[in-house]
Every structure is written in C-alpha cells, then in structure tokens.
C-alpha cells in the first residue's frame, strides 16, 4: 500500500471538483478524502495501490470539465490517515 497527500490550486472549488475527484477514487479502488481547504485549495489524500494513486494524480492535474487546475503539489503520507472508503469532507 501506498499513500500520498495532494494539494490543488486553482478554479477547484464549486466545480464539482471533491465530488469528481472521489468518483475518480473509487473507481481506482483508493481509501481517503477530498476537501475544501479555507485558502481556496482542495485537499486529497488517496490510499491504495502505488498505480492508482499515479493514475489518480495525473486525473488530479486536469480535474473535471469546469475546474481549472493552476498547481499540484504531492507529499508522502501515511495510509493510516484513510479511513474505510473514500468520502468528500
């Protein structure tokens, strides 16, 4: 297992962007969350298989159809900050 914490800039907020990102996740069969973040950022942290995390981090970069990505930046995380799931907090 491997896991890792993404923080995205940009027009990601009220696009659908936590919500997207989590369809995404499950998809991939990834643990973790997407949040809104006070300073404008999403937060995500995704838990799982070391490939689907790098597929979900190349999705992360493009986002969905009304979001406009300007940043992503990557740190390591620990996969016993996911809980059960992937939920959109």
């Not at 990601?12 to 809104?36: D, H, I, P």
């Not at 406009?68 to 990557?74: G, I, K």
């Amino acid at each position: 297992m491997s896991a890792a914490r993404f923080f995205i800039a940009g027009k990601v907020q009220g696009v659908w962007f936590r919500a997207s990102t989590r369809e995404q996740a499950v998809a991939l069969e990834l643990r973790g969350y997407a949040s809104n973040l006070r300073d404008g950022r999403v937060e995500v942290l995704a838990v799982g298989e070391e490939a689907a995390i790098e597929r979900l981090a190349q999705w992360l970069h493009r986002g969905p159809p009304m979001a406009r990505v300007d940043t992503v930046l990557r740190e390591v995380a620990s996969e016993d900050e996911a809980g059960d799931g992937f939920v959109c907090g």
